[in-house]
């Protein structure tokens, strides 16, 4: 199995620039989730997905962070415009849910995105 | 008060020892509780979780949780220098919608 794909690895742009954030999720898997993790933050959860349906974007800093999950296997976190306060790592993490049992949560590698 | 607290450390112990990292929490009603070894520029992966009060060992990994206290801990016996990383504490709310969320994490530094 791929694991959480991730893409791209790294990303250097300039503020006011739009970005976008990819991620595949582990086959099968139903939910999916989006997270940014900073020194001073820790790990924050933006956004998670049921069956490709939003549920929780509380975490969502503000109107410039979209995301979307348009089918079971691809999910898109965008940023526009960027600002150097996103410099960070974002992580996609993916996970089977069924009924009330807890299946674990795997992360993909991260996106390291620097907002010069 | 953040929802999941632990120290920021670093703990330093020196190989072969016990490390204890701890982790307390605000919402009485969570259920689950992970804990997550984050290595130096890699992403979080699990390595115990437990649901009920009391201990679960596993290996050389012990978590213990007390629910009365709003406490889980790890304990890593026998450390090795390999245990060295930040290690997460995250919990599932009360609505156990399946959300985590995650203290700031304690840097494990074991010393050979």
């Known amino acids: 199995d791929a694991g959480v794909i991730q893409s791209p690895r790294h990303e250097v742009t300039e503020m006011g620039q739009e970005v976008t954030l990819r991620c595949k999720p582990i086959s099968g898997h139903n939910s999916l989730f989006w997270y940014r993790q900073t020194m001073m933050r820790g790990l924050e959860l933006l956004i998670y997905f049921n069956n490709n349906v939003p549920i929780d974007d509380s975490g969502m800093p503000e109107d410039r962070f979209s995301a979307k999950m348009p089918n079971a296997s691809f999910s898109t976190l965008k940023i526009q415009p960027s600002e150097p306060r996103d410099s960070a790592v974002y992580f996609c993490?993916?996970?089977?849910?069924?009924?009330?049992?807890?299946?674990?949560?795997?992360f993909g590698p991260g996106t390291r995105l620097t907002v010069l | 008060q953040k929802e999941v607290e632990q120290n920021s450390g670093p703990l330093s112990v020196p190989e072969g020892a016990i490390a204890s990292l701890n982790c307390t929490y605000s919402?009485?009603?969570?259920?689950?509780f992970f804990w997550y070894r984050q290595y130096s520029g890699k992403s979080p992966e699990l390595i115990m979780f437990?649901?009920?009060?009391g201990d679960k060992e596993d290996g050389r990994f012990t978590a213990q949780l007390n629910k009365a206290s709003q406490y889980v801990s790890l304990l890593i016996r026998d450390s090795q220098p390999s245990d060295s990383a930040t290690y997460l504490c995250?919990?599932?709310?009360?609505?156990?919608?399946?959300?985590?969320?995650f203290g700031q994490g304690t840097t494990l530094q074991v010393k050979p």
């Open positions: 437990i649901y009920s009060n």
């Open positions: 993490a993916s996970r089977w849910t069924s009924g009330s049992s807890y299946n674990e949560q795997f």
């Open positions: 995250a919990v599932t709310g009360s609505s156990n919608t399946g959300k985590l969320i």
């Open positions: 919402d009485r009603g969570s259920q689950s």
